[in-house]
């Protein structure tokens, strides 16, 4: 996979987050800290890496929870 491609899909995946984050309720941690990790445990190469209410926001789509919940 060519690298531009690699970012249109990060930035698509942030798009997709970003929309629904109005449905992310205010009592989701915004950070892997606040969550009780000392670092996100995603994989280093997740788009949302350490950003704990968009990747809220992208799985909970689906009614999915985030790799550190699930």
């Not at 698509?12 to 000392?38: C, F, N, W």
């Amino acid at each position: 996979m060519a690298k531009a491609d690699k970012e249109l899909g990060r930035d698509k995946r942030r798009a997709i987050a970003v929309a629904h984050l109005p449905e992310v309720p205010d009592s989701v941690p915004a950070t892997p800290r606040e969550r009780g990790y000392d670092a996100c445990p995603c994989p280093k190469n997740c788009t949302l890496h350490g950003e704990c209410r968009l990747c809220t926001a992208y799985h909970g789509r689906k009614g999915a929870l985030p790799r550190c919940e699930g």
